[in-house]
C-alpha cells in the first residue's frame, strides 16, 4: 500500500524548467539560484543558463530567481499533476561590482559543481588587471595559482608543470591550437572585448573534455546583444578595436574586429624623422557570433574566428630589390552549434567545427634563385560532436557524449623549388564519454565518475580514461575535494616547449612508433568561504607522465624556432606535484586575490632526470583592485588595480667555460662549455603592475580610458645571459625584456 | 573574527611560510676543472703537420695564449713523432711524417697540471677525380665525378681560399661520387676563369667540428680535452670555368 501511494505521489509530481537570461542584453546567466519560496525545492543555472527542477508536487508556488547583481523576480506558477512547467525568466541588472557577480556564481558552482582546479574568469576581470599595450586573456590567467611564466612578455601558459601544448583550448567549440600567436607570441588570439567568460581546468578535468595531459580553457564568447544594436570602439597604443552587437529577428550578432598599426606608426615616424626605418608587420583579427532561436527549445548559433599576423619586407641594394620575405601565420575556424532542449530533463547539443592554423614563409632572393626558401606548415581540424545532459532524478545528472575528430597536418619545405622535405598525415580520432555527477548526500557529499574512451586510428589504437571527482561539505562554507584521473594525448609538438620565444607550436600526431603520452592527474584540496565574498582554496596536486615525446636538444637561448617534424624527438617521462593556494576576496568596488603555487616539475630522458625551463619552485602574484576615494584629484571615482609578482628564477644551464674553436685558415671563435641543463637558477623575478580606469562621456558617449604602467619600480629580470667576449675576460650581460616600466593608454567608448 | 576562522589563516600562513622556507632553491656549485684545447687537421698533401695546444678558461679568467711547454707526441702503427714548438705559427710541428692512407694516427698532449688529452684519426684513403681532368673546360650543369674514398665522412670541395659545402656521399654501392658544379658555384658570377678546384676527403672528426662549429662543436674522437684531431686525404684539378651556362642561376654578383 506504500509503495503504491510513494507511486501515486512520484506519478503526480511535475517539474519546472527554462533559461534565465540577463534582461539587458539577452546573456545567459551561470549560476543563477531558481527555489521555491516556503518550499525545500530549488536548483541553480547550468553554464548554458539552463534550470531544472524536479519532484514539484501540485499546487500553487511562487518561484524566485536571484543571482547577484540582479532584481530577484518572483513569478507564480500552477502545477498541475505530471506537468513540466516551461519558465524563461530575464532578470535586470542593478547596480554593484561585477567582481561580487562573479563570486556568487563562484558561491553556487561551490555548491553545487565536484570541481577541482577550476577558475572561471568573465571579461570584466581580464580589462582589470594590468597589462602590456594591450588586455589579454592569457596574460589575466597567468595570475591563477599553479600557473607559470618564462619571462615578463611570455603569453604561454605553463599549467601545473605542464607545457603549452598539453593544454587544450577551445574558443565557442573551436580547438585553437595556436592560442598565443600573435606579434611572436606576445598577444593571444582572443579579443578580450567578446569574451564572454573562460573557464581554466588546471588539473584533473572532467570527462567531457580530453586529449590533452595538463589543463582545458574553454572560452565562450559573448552572446551578442538580442535587446538593442549596441557597440564598442577602442583606441590603444597598438590596436584599434571595433565591436557591434545587436539583436536580428529570435536572436542576436557579435562582431567584432581588431588590428595593430605598428606599421603606421612607425612609417608615420620614418616619414618625420628619417626614410631608413620600417616595421613591416601587422596583425589583425576578428570573432563574429550569430545566435537563432527559433522557440525556446532550439538554438542555433554560428560562431567564427579569424586572423593573421603578416610580416612583408623588402632589401634592396643598388641595383634594385635583392630579398624579399613574405612571412604570414594566423588562426581560423568555424563552428556551427545546435543546442535542442530534448524533454525538460534532456539537454543536448550538436556541434560541428573546422579549425585551422596556418602558417607561410617565402624568402626570395633576386640575385640567388638557388637560395629561395619556402617553409608551409598547415593543420586542418574538422570536429564532429554531440553532447547531451540529463537531469536524472533528484540526485543524478548525467553527461555524455561522443566527438570525432579528422586532423589534416601539412609540412613542406623547399629551397631553390625543390621540395627537402614534406609530411602529410591524416589521422582520424572517435573519442566517446559518459559521467554521472551524484549527490550522493545531498548537499554534502557529490561524487562524479566519468570514463573517456578513445579511438586513434594511426596505429589502431584505444585509450580508456577513467576519471573521478569527489567533494565533501564538512561544514556550510568548508568542502574537501579529490579528483583522480587518467588522460591521452595523441598530439605533441616537434617544437621545444622551452623555448623563451617562439610563435607557434609544430603539431604532429603521435607516430605509430610512439606510444600515446598518458597523465595521472591526483589532486586533492580544501575549499573555505568565510563569508558570501571570500573564499580560499588550498590545492595539493600530483601529476605523473608517461611516453612523453619531445625534441632531444635542449633549445638554444634567445632562438625564435621554427621547426620542422625532422627534430630528433626523445620519449621520456616525468612527474610534476605542488600545492596551489588562492584567497579572494571582493567588497563593492575593492577586490583581490592571492595566489602562490609551490612546484615541482621533473622530466626524464634516459638516465638524465632534469628540470625543464619552466620549473618554478614559488610563484606568487597578488591583484588589488579599488574605486579610487573622491578626494584623490584626477583619480577620483576612478578604479586603480595592482599586481604584484615574485617568482623564484628558472633553471638554466651555466656558462662553465670557454675555449677557443679554431679554424682552418687560423682565426678562431669562443665557444662556451655549459654545465647541467638545470643546476643552476636566474636570480628571483619580481614586478609591480598598474591599472587605471576612468569613466568618462564623450561626444555623448559613455565610455572609460585607462592607462597601465607595466613594471612600475624598473626591475630588471633576467631571462638569460649573454657573453661579450671582446673583454677578457668575457663580460656578462644580462637579457630583460622591460628595460623601462612601459606605460600604455587606451580609451573605449560604447554606444 | 572567530577562533575556527584564525585557525584556518593561521594554518595557511604556517603553510606558505614553511614551504618557502624549507624549498628555497639555491643554484648548485659547480667546479669546472680546465682541460686541453688543440687544434690538428692532418693533410695528405702537406709535408709537415701541426698542432694548436690551447686550453679551456673559465669565464672569469682571463685568456692567455697558446701553450708552449707541452709534450705533444703523434704516432702511427709505424712511427713516433714528438713535435716540437714553433714560435711563429704557435703550433707544434713534425716535419719528417709520411701519412698512409687508411691508418689510424693517435695524438697525446701532455701538460703539467691538464688531464693528459688523447686523440685519435684515420685517414680517408686515395681517390681520384675522374672529371674534370686537368685543364678541362667546364661548365654549370657539369658535375665534378671522383671515386669514392675508404674511410671518407663528407667531400669538402674549394677553391683554395676556403671550404666549401660538404656533400654526402650516397648511400649506395655506387663507387663513383658525383658533386653537382651548379651547387658549387652557387652564387658566383657569370663569366670565364681559371681555378684551382680541390677535393677533400674528410674524416668524421673533421666533419663533425665544422658542421656543428657555430653551435656546439660535437668534440668526436677526443679523451680528456677538446677540439679537434681531424684528417684529409686532398686532390686537386685545374680547369677552366665557363659561366655563360649559368644554368638556373641569374646571379648578378660581381664578385665570386
Redesign the interface.
Known sequence: MFAGFVLTVLQALGSVSGFVTDASNGEKLSYANVYLEDEPLGSATNEKGYYYIHNVPTGTYTIAFSYIGYETQTRTIEMQESENIQLNVELVPTSIAIEEVTVSAERVRFEKEVEVSHVTFLQREIQSVPGLFEKDLIKSLQLMPGIVTMHDLSNKLYVRGGSPDENLVLLDGITVYNPSAHLFGLFSTFNPDVVGDAQLYAGGFPAEFGNRLSSVLNITTKEGNSKRFAGETSLGLVTSKLMVEGPIPNGSFLISGRRTYFDALVWAYSKIWSDTVSLPYYFYDGIAKINYNPSPENRFTVAGLGGEDVMKFEIEDD?GPDEEIDFTWGNRGLSVRWRRVLSPSVYGEMLGAWSNFLTTLTYTDF?????TFYFHEEIIDYTVKCDFNWFWGETHTVDFGIDGKALEIDYDVEV?DENLFNSRDRVKILSGYFQDTWSVIPNIVHVRLGLRGLYYDVGDRFAFDPRIGVKYHVAANTALNLSCGRYTQYLMTSNSQESYFSIFDFWRPVDSTHNLPIAYHVICGIE?W?DKNTK?T?EPYYKKYYNLIMPEAEP?EGEFELTTPTESLATGSGYAMG?D?F?KKSIGRTFGWLS?S?G?TRRTVGDVTYAPRYDR??NLNIVFGFGVPGWMPIFRRGLLSLRWYVA??LPYA????????????GDY?W???K??RD???LPLSHRLDAHFEKDIRLFGLAGSWYIDVMNVYNRKNVVFYT?DFDH???E?NNVTLLPIPVPSIGLTLRF | MNKRRRRIIMLCVIIFAGAVSLVCERSAVEIYDPQLNIYSVLHSDHASQSVIVDRTYRMDEPAGPVIDDALVILSSWSSVDTLTFDQGSDAYWTYNLILQPLTEYSLMVWRDGFDTLYARTTLPGPFTILYPEHFDTVTFSDTVVLTKSDHAAVYAVSFGDEFGMFFEPPDTSDSLMIIPLAEVFSGWSPGNFFCRLWVAACDSNFYRYYDEMNNDPDVTGIDGGVGLFGSLWIESVDMFVSMVDAGKSQSTHTEP
Open positions: 641595383y640575385h640567388d634563385p638557388l637560395s631553390a573555505q568565510f580560499c588550498i638554444e600545492i593556494f584567497f602562490y609551490l615541482f619552485r614559488h623564484t628564477g651555466e656558462d662553465l667555460a670557454r675555449y677557443r674553436v679554431y679554424t682552418e685558415y671563435t665557444q662556451v662549455i654545465g647541467a643546476s643552476y637558477r657573453w677578457d675576460p668575457p656578462r
